[in-house]
């Protein structure tokens, strides 16, 4: 028993939560979960504190969270993977499976551009509303209008919004499927979904920012910037559709309306165990399957893309960005190089290292996003005890 937290955990594995029990009583507002996978099994599952600090109901073994940009992880997972089966071609143009997107020089943009947040294309010119963002063919449409903020595949800039849209218009003109059918296949069993069902609204982590240690706005682009009128905040909130805060009484994120709708860059919700297997099975054979990704797809899709301040020179630190992945860096304090995966607004982390053979997932409610190490400190256990 550890006090402060509940679940299972191989003997082994508990100094990990330990530290969630460290990180709770640091906090006593927030709930969190943390999910590990090793060699295939479950060996972490550990939870605790408040998944709703308005009513002081418990964080359980059920409770979902928003996952926030790790949903661009699986994403990307569902990429490689088509283009494993034959299905997608990362290197061929978009406009190949997608030939309204070639318009206004975007012909040369390739699936691993977009991947790698190096397709010009972070914001839009056109103004969207929720209703755009939640019907989605409205965000295609201005896609495929948009000409790129600068020449595709020579600089990188995160696509915080518009990856979902171009990732699920890519694979569902490839592929003949939704996006949601992708991820379904992806996770491999319950409680992790993109679009999620009225009857486990009531299971969802109400989730908002410690205002203490957060920056809620974001910095005006500089004068000489060619695309200055597309800020920053503009590319976070798909042009107006949504706040800067993401998450909100009737009009963040976590609204039921937008979780039902699924958005495709930021709407995945799940358990931390649910998360945790998934990336499991990406890349470590789990439960007496092979890993979904074969060790040359890993390799290929794992190669560093971009890295460094990128076009819009914000300031350290930054991310590595592999095809869609995040690889190691002080932003996602992963595992190790082998690592690769995606964080996700407030502190989320979730992650597969197939050389240690190895699925990982936190996720909580109480989000920052200033000096926040609790990942870091959780991986960090983590990696004392594989030692």
Request: aromatic share 6%.
């Amino acid at each position: 028993m550890i006090d402060g937290v509940d679940g299972v955990w191989a003997a082994e594995f508990a100094p990990v939560a330990e530290v969630l029990a460290e990180l709770l009583a640091e906090d006593p507002a927030a709930g969190a979960a943390v999910a590990v996978h090793a060699g295939g099994r479950p060996v972490v599952d550990a939870w605790g504190g408040l998944a709703d600090p308005r009513t002081g109901a418990p964080w359980t073994g059920r409770t979902l969270a928003l996952t926030f940009s790790c949903t661009k992880g699986l994403l990307a997972a569902c990429a490689v993977l088509a283009a494993q089966e034959g299905r997608l071609d990362l290197d061929a143009p978009v406009a190949d499976v997608w030939p309204a997107f070639g318009a206004h020089g975007k012909d040369a943009v390739s699936t691993r551009m977009v991947l790698s947040h190096s397709a010009g294309l972070p914001a839009l010119d056109a103004d969207l509303s929720r209703a755009d963002a939640l019907a989605g063919t409205p965000v295609v449409a201005a896609l495929e209008a948009q000409r790129p903020l600068w020449t595709p595949g020579t600089g990188h800039a995160y696509h915080a919004m518009t990856y979902g849209w171009l990732v699920a218009e890519i694979l569902r003109r490839a592929t003949g499927e939704p996006l949601s059918a992708h991820v379904a296949r992806l996770a491999g069993g319950p409680d992790l979904w993109l679009g999620l069902p009225a009857a486990a609204t009531a299971r969802l982590a109400a989730a908002g920012w410690d205002r203490a240690r957060s920056q809620l706005t974001f910095p005006a682009d500089a004068p000489t910037t060619p695309w200055r009128p597309r800020t920053i905040t503009r590319a976070i909130t798909l042009g107006g559709a949504f706040g800067p805060e993401l998450v909100g009484d009737g009009a963040g994120l976590d609204d039921p309306a937008v979780l039902a709708a699924g958005l495709p860059a930021v709407g995945v919700v799940s358990t931390a165990r649910a998360l945790a297997r998934t990336w499991s099975r990406v890349a470590v054979a789990t439960e007496g399957e092979p890993a979904l990704l074969k060790p040359d797809a890993v390799a290929d899709a794992t190669r560093p893309q971009a890295e460094g301040p990128g076009v819009l020179d914000l300031p350290p630190p930054h991310a590595r960005w592999a095809t869609g992945f995040m690889l190691r860096s002080p932003i996602a304090p992963m595992l190790a190089e082998s690592s690769f995966g995606h964080d996700g607004a407030g502190g989320q982390l979730a992650f597969a290292d197939p050389v240690a053979g190895v699925g990982f997932a936190y996720l909580t409610n109480r989000l920052r996003n200033h000096g926040d190490d609790r990942a870091d400190r959780l991986v960090t256990a983590l990696r004392t005890v594989l030692r």
